[in-house]
């Protein structure tokens, strides 16, 4: 494996060795143990434990924040906190969607879930902006949940018959029940989905003043529950929305002109299949329209009977609304005025009761919330916190993993540089024996006559061998001409004849290998060494020096001693 590739590997692993801890391991018997607490709490509607076990799930990384989000306002929803259910679909629905593919049910759901809530105080243009949007991603994506798409079909035509668009929503209602009815052909349990369907299609008919619509969707209601039935599921169920689909047909039949039938059909409901408050209102509603007000009344106070009225503090103005309001007016009507009178007290005392308990309600989910916000942003701040450290040493294993790699590559250019200039030294050792040989066989006796220029060049190669004469920084071209009696003039022409030289590359060859010598010879330091020479600027030397050896001077003493 080369040098390069080892390296990468060592790195790789280093990086991998920092993140050890990136990835929190998840003790899945702890997370199974949680789920199970989880699903008994939830049955036992036990907020503040199911609350406790969703952080446990979330801290053990059972789940991810989004998730645990949209399980917190589930927990909310079935309390009745609608400002915390509120503000949890919420921050499911924006956890997921950056990454909706982690759950498009959880993603979509908890976006319909909030809309609702949001259409149910009354901001009708933020339901539709939601709605809208998750609508948008549902076209052509396979992912997207059938069943929560029918359903946002359905809640923009509630919304639509509110702002008068009937058009539109009949559209969307045939929609709403194509889509649902996609969604049972994949899953025959998705059949009671439909039933329910069909229920608010008929509603939304109704409210449009298209009665003959709504009978024959309540006909379709009873259809599809009919064949649910046959599958033989929860039998109360099906009781429950037989009784549903009976009252809503009195008051249609009512409504459409035949009392007679609309009153034996209302009889024929058994009243065990009257047990929860909606079964309750949709019979008073019919013996409101009926003009039997007394046997309304008798429906009004079974709706005080249940949880509705026995909430507690939980009397806030839509109960009102939906009981004592409705309550008064039968007794009124039925003639049974000092009943009526003792609602109506009973309304202007709530009243006050109901404000209080609204705006303390209201400010203990607040501050609930403002809680929770300081919670996230610590938990923020720590993983923030953490991921930062983790990126910190991170960088650090990378800055090492850096300088052990320039530390490699810095010895391994010096050794290669070493290498070459050893081989460069050797090559300068035998160019300057050729060069002092030919200086010699110069010097040697000649029996034919010399030239005067190299006359003159002979006499200046044995005023060299002086080494004072070169080593004095003052000596130059003059210098030379005067010690050898002749002019300048001559010693020019004898060195270009002669060595190619001038008189000053002349004496800085001499200099320089006076220097080398120096190097291989002594253990002076280079400065001395540079002073000795005849030198005196450094740089000019060092410049010459690497001109002539092709090295620095350190590098020339580290080739000769290797050498």
């Given amino acids: 494996m080369s040098p390069f590739r080892l390296f990468l590997v060592c790195a790789a692993l280093t990086y991998l060795t920092a993140c050890t801890n990136c990835t929190d391991t998840i003790d899945d018997a702890k997370v199974k143990t949680a789920w199970q607490q989880y699903d008994e709490a939830s049955r036992a509607n036990n907020l503040d434990q199911t609350l406790a076990i969703i952080d446990t799930l979330e801290s053990l990384k059972g ?3 989004p998730r645990a989000n949209y399980l917190r306002a589930i927990a909310y929803d079935r309390a009745w906190l609608m400002q915390l259910a509120e503000h949890y679909f919420k921050s499911a629905y924006e956890g997921f969607s950056t990454d909706p593919s982690q759950s498009w049910y959880d993603y979509t759901d908890a976006g319909y879930r909030w809309a609702c809530l949001r259409a149910s105080r009354g901001d009708t243009e933020g339901a539709l902006d939601i709605t809208s949007k998750l609508l948008m991603q549902a076209d052509g994506n396979k992912a997207f949940p059938i069943g929560v798409k029918s359903a946002l079909l359905m809640l923009l035509a509630e919304k639509q018959v509110e702002l008068h668009q009937y058009d539109e929503a009949r559209r969307n209602c045939q929609l709403a029940y194509q889509t649902q009815l996609q969604a049972t052909s994949k899953n025959a349990s998705e059949r009671v989905n439909l039933a329910i369907a069909c229920m608010s299609i008929s509603v939304n008919y109704f409210n449009m003043g298209d009665i003959d619509q709504a009978q024959q969707w309540l006909l379709q209601c009873e259809q599809e529950l009919n064949r649910y039935e046959q599958g033989g599921p929860d ?15 009195a008051f249609y039949l009512y409504k459409t002109g035949r009392p007679t039938e609309a009153a034996a059909t209302f009889a024929a409901v058994p009243r065990s299949r009257i047990f929860n408050p909606s079964g309750y209102l949709e019979a008073a509603d019919y ?9 309304a009344v008798h429906w009004y106070e079974q709706l005080d009977s249940t949880y509705m009225a026995t909430d507690g503090a939980q009397m806030n103005f839509d109960n009102i609304v939906k009981r004592l309001a409705p309550r008064y007016t039968a007794y009124r009507k039925a003639g049974r005025q000092a009943e009526a009178l003792a609602t109506a007290d009973s309304i202007r005392a709530t009243l006050d009761s109901a404000l209080i308990w609204q705006k303390r309600n209201n400010a203990a989910e607040l501050s609930v ?4 916000n300081e919670r996230d942003l610590r938990i923020t701040d720590l993983r923030f916190t953490v991921l930062l450290h983790r990126i ?3 960088a650090l294993a990378v800055i090492l993993l850096l300088i052990g790699y320039l530390f490699w590559r810095t010895r391994k250019y010096n050794k290669v540089l070493a290498a070459k200039n050893r081989k460069l030294y050797e090559q300068i050792q035998q160019r300057e024996q050729a060069e002092q040989q030919a200086e010699a066989s110069v010097s040697a006796p000649n029996s034919e006559p010399l030239s005067a220029n190299m006359q003159i060049y002979n006499r200046l190669c044995e005023l060299m061998k002086q080494s004072d004469v070169y080593t ?24 270009r004849e002669c060595a190619g030289l001038t008189p000053a590359d002349f004496i800085n060859r001499y200099r320089i290998r006076h220097a080398a010598k120096l190097l291989t010879q ?28 092709s090295m620095s001077p350190s590098e020339f003493r580290k080739a000769a001693i290797q050498a």
Avoid: C
């Fill in 522 to 549: 002594t253990d002076t330091p280079v400065g001395l060494i540079i002073e000795q020479s005849g030198i005196t600027n450094r740089s000019t030397f060092n410049r010459l020096f690497r001109e002539q050896y």
């Fill in 287 to 295: 013996l409101m329209a009926a003009g039997r007000y007394n046997e």
């Fill in 392 to 394: 910190m040493a991170v």
């Fill in 63 to 65: 789940i991810i924040t």
């Fill in 472 to 495: 004095t920084p003052d000596t130059n071209h003059e210098t030379l001409a005067r010690l050898l009696g002749t002019n300048t003039t001559y010693l020019y022409t004898a060195l």
């Fill in 235 to 249: 039998s109360m169920f099906i009781e429950e929305w037989k009784g549903h689909i009976a009252l809503k047909r």
């Fill in 369 to 372: 919330i403002y809680q929770t």
